[in-house]
């Protein structure tokens, strides 16, 4: 049982319910603004993000500023009851800025530099930028610092790219400099640059990866991504400084996007206090399930509850549509409330939205919104918003109560870019997809787990799923081997263990850097399948003797000292050897996964080796397929969240033997879900 968090906004013991508000696109209509107040007590919203983009208005011309819109909006906000997160502009520049400081614009992959225009395209180094920024920031701090509304900042918005202008790449040597210890030698070995005579005499004489300038050096285009990372990091702790240092009671975020490959966002959320990310699930597709869609949600929402095991913030999502998806489909009815309390089941303590009226022109017109343009209340979607505000008024003993995991995938963000990189194998590496996969085995069967990486503290998991961890980052192999020995499950697959943190190979054997002691194999070359290729194992996993499908990928493994082969290949020239093997290591133990096996196998194994290491799921109940079951825990309470990603009628029969209560307290024994329909109950121990 676990102690419960601090509210995110402090003072501020609710779940917050709120969007990104945009009154610096009306501010020549006071009677929209005077109506969205009215709207926004309506809809049961009770905080905003404000001023995001929204420097012009701010700034209209160098040196001149107008900053009394905004003490209106954060008083008038204040007044109607609202907490304002409250944004800096920095993702987009006034056109002044950029024409008489052009260092700030962005130079692209073809180291051509961009114009003025869209938002998102500022480089990170620029000194101007920099200055530019923080200045900004102070005079936001030194203006709001005693307001009432100050709940949260909101760091820019939505960091990504990169630049690779002259002040970028000069950065760039210097971070490698600090990285090499001033050693060029260093930095050939690590890079390998004897291939193709790239040997480097000198730092500088290191161009950026760029595509006019494909150097194949991976260890390069590694660090060139870490370093990429480095500088959005200090760009977003230049923001932060002033804010920090003026009001450092009011905490810092910044807003992330799922899986985004381009930093990496165990570094950012080092200099941030709270998690935020925005959510924009593709519901209702062709080709996929909702619930396949919902897994893969619990899967990003997991990753940033993850980056702090606590309570975090769900800056963003849609209260019906997007414009930006191929095919923008209508959130069907119910889904905006069940996608909502999906965020919620995962550790959110939030649900805002993008946006909060709809824009009369531009880009963002037909994203969907609270207030459509026909402006009133009787909408569909206001009527859902609304229901959502209903809800989350009831969940204030939730605020501050955490998600407690016995089981953690490890998704790495290092890794991803090395494999996604990498000359051979396959196309088919789907790194991002695989974890999932992995996921939903645990998700469907109502496991509540942690998304890491490579570096996060492995103690306390009882079952660690590693997939195709091809780089090991110095002391991640005796690391996971302290787990194992200390009796965790480990589970690996084939590609683990192939390469250093630089992208150089292991010698001596894969998996390296010692893993084959844990492992219980050397895995001594890998295979690669054409679509339509197939292998395939028969195995018992508890449901008696299967045979299950393999593609994509097989290892030839060979099994060492003590390891056993649980399931064989059944055809090609290495039919019969291992596809699957366990290998007692200490008090625990490790499965190597030899080969890529098809989801119906990994789901039979995960309920098997989840049994077996102990690791229970949230409330022992059966859950049929499409019904996801979350857990959010406090000192004396366990909280159940229910959900229904299914257009059929679920019934939940619930354990005898546990007095469970709906949220008014009257005892529950059965459960009967509509369409997208989602309970929450509770557990008092
Ligand atoms: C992102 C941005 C928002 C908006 C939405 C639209 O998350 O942060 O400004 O563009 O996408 O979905
Ligand atoms: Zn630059």
């Not at 003490?71 to 944004?87: C, F, P, Y």
């Not at 645990?442 to 079952?463: E, M, N």
Request: glycine share 6%.
């Amino acid at each position: 049982m676990m102690k419960k968090w601090r509210p995110v906004i402090r003072n501020f013991p609710h779940m917050v319910h709120g969007a990104d508000y945009n009154p610096d696109q009306w501010l020549n209509h006071p009677e929209i603004i005077e109506e969205d107040m009215r709207l926004m007590k309506l809809a049961g919203m009770n905080s905003v993000s404000l001023g995001i983009f929204a420097w012009k208005a701010l700034e209209p011309a160098e040196g001149v500023y107008t900053f009394e819109w905004l003490d209106r909006m954060m008083d008038q906000l204040h007044e109607n009851g609202m907490k304002v997160v409250l944004a800096t502009p920095s993702g987009a520049r006034p056109a002044w800025m950029d024409l008489s400081h052009p260092e700030v614009l962005r130079v692209n992959r073809n180291l051509e530099k961009n114009l003025h225009g869209g938002r998102h395209n500022h480089c990170y180094t620029s000194p101007y930028y920099r200055r530019k920024t923080a200045e900004m920031n102070r005079m936001l701090a030194e203006r709001y610092k005693d307001h009432p509304a100050l709940g949260m900042w909101h760091i820019s918005n939505e960091y990504g790219g990169e630049c690779y202008c002259e002040n970028c790449q000069n950065a760039f040597r210097n971070w490698l400099r600090e990285k090499y210890h001033n050693n060029i030698e260093e930095l050939n070995e690590q890079w390998w640059t004897y291939f193709w005579s790239h040997t480097y005499s000198d730092f500088d004489e290191i161009e950026v990866p760029s595509d006019r300038g494909e150097h194949m050096i991976h260890g390069m285009n590694l660090d060139w991504k870490r370093f990429v990372t480095h500088q959005t990091k200090t760009f977003m702790e230049n923001e932060i400084r002033p804010l920090r240092e003026i009001t450092p009671d009011i905490p810092v975020t910044t807003n992330m996007m799922e899986t985004f490959e381009g930093y990496n966002p165990w570094e950012l959320a080092q200099s941030v206090d709270v998690i935020s990310w925005d959510n924009y699930p593709a519901w209702h597709e062709n080709t996929r399930k909702d619930w396949e869609v919902a897994a893969d949600v619990g899967f990003n929402h997991d990753i940033f509850r993850s980056l702090k095991k606590k309570p975090w913030f769900m800056m963003e999502s849609t209260p019906s549509l997007v414009n930006w998806h191929r095919v923008n489909k209508l959130k069907r009815p119910g889904m905006h409330l069940l996608s909502s309390v999906q965020a919620i089941a995962h550790g959110a303590d939030s649900v805002q939205y993008f946006q909060w009226r709809k824009g009369r022109g531009a880009s963002e017109k037909f994203h969907g919104a609270v207030i459509d343009h026909v402006g009133h209340e009787h909408t569909r979607v206001f009527h859902e918003v609304k229901q959502v505000g209903d809800l989350l008024k009831q969940l204030d003993e939730v605020v501050g109560t955490n998600v407690e995991a016995k089981a953690a995938i490890i998704f790495d963000w290092e890794n991803r870019w090395a494999l996604n990189d990498l000359q051979g194998l396959s196309d088919k590496r789907n790194y991002e997809q695989t974890c999932k996969q992995h996921y939903r085995s645990l998700w469907r069967q109502g496991i509540a787990t942690d998304v890491i990486s490579q570096d996060s503290d492995f103690s306390g998991y009882h079952l660690i799923v590693a997939p195709m961890l091809y780089l090991l980052k110095p002391h991640v192999a005796d690391r996971l081997k302290e787990f194992v020995k200390n009796g965790g499950t480990l589970v690996t697959s084939y590609a683990t263990g192939y390469v250093n943190e630089n992208d150089l190979c292991f010698m001596g054997g894969f998996p390296g850097d010692g893993m084959m002691d844990v492992t219980g194999v050397w895995a001594e070359e890998i295979d690669s399948l054409f679509e339509g290729q197939e292998n395939s194992s028969r195995i018992d996993l508890g449901k008696g003797e299967k045979t299950y499908r393999i593609y994509d990928f097989c290892e030839r493994v060979h099994p060492r000292n003590e390891c056993k082969t649980l399931a064989v290949y059944d055809k090609d020239f290495y039919q019969g050897e291992p596809a699957l093997t366990r290998n007692q290591y200490g008090d625990g133990c490790c499965y190597h996964m030899a080969a890529r096996f098809e989801t119906e196998m990994l789901f039979d194994f995960y309920e098997k080796i989840c049994k077996e290491s102990g690791v229970n799921p949230v409330l022992e109940v059966n859950i049929p397929e499409g019904v996801s079951i979350q857990e959010r825990v406090s000192e004396d309470t366990a909280y159940y969240f229910i959900m229904n990603f299914t257009d059929k009628i679920q019934s939940i029969l619930l354990p005898e033997n546990k007095e469970i209560k709906d949220l008014a307290g009257n005892e529950v024994h059965q459960l009967q879900l509509g369409t997208f329909d989602v309970k929450i109950v509770k557990e008092t121990k």
